[in-house]
Nanobody, 127 residues
Framework: QVQLVESGGGLVQTGGSLRLSCAASGRTFSSYAMGWFRQAPGKERDFVAAISRSGDRLRYADSVKGRFTISRDNAKNTVYLQMNNLNPEDTAVYYC????????????????????WGQGTQVTVSS
């Protein structure tokens, strides 16, 4: 089992940047594929980005391609989401998620694929 704690959210102006972090407990972080999702008020939880166990396979939602970057540091048990050129449509609670990766290059974009979730961190982008 793994526990996830997100940090780094906040209020930023349009065009600004934030870096979210997700720290995982346990000694088997490198065996988990990781993902970021977001949920705006009144909307469903949407996929944002995913990364394989090894970190060499990435996937992004079309809405964030070219602006967001997911990465991980297995030595620090942490996954990151660098968010650049933010706009008000990015306002949401951002969640990180984990699941055992079937292979070192597996990544997952469905919320139902994940077994573990953090508590979320609020990102608000003002216009």
């Amino acid at each position: 089992q793994v526990q996830l704690v997100e940090s780094g959210g906040g209020l930023v102006q349009t065009g600004g940047s934030l870096r979210l972090s997700c720290a995982a407990s346990g000694r088997t972080f490198s065996s988990y594929a990781m993902g970021w999702f977001r949920q705006a008020p009144g909307k469903e939880r949407d996929f944002v980005a995913a990364i394989s166990r090894s970190g060499d396979r990435l996937r992004y939602a079309d809405s964030v391609k070219g602006r967001f970057t997911i990465s991980r540091d297995n030595a620090k048990n942490t996954v990151y989401l660098q968010m650049n050129n933010l706009n008000p449509e990015d306002t949401a609670v951002y969640y990180c998620a984990a699941r055992s990766g079937l292979t070192s290059y597996s990544y997952y974009s469905g919320s139902g694929d994940y077994s573990y979730w953090g508590q979320g961190t609020q990102v608000t982008v003002s216009s």
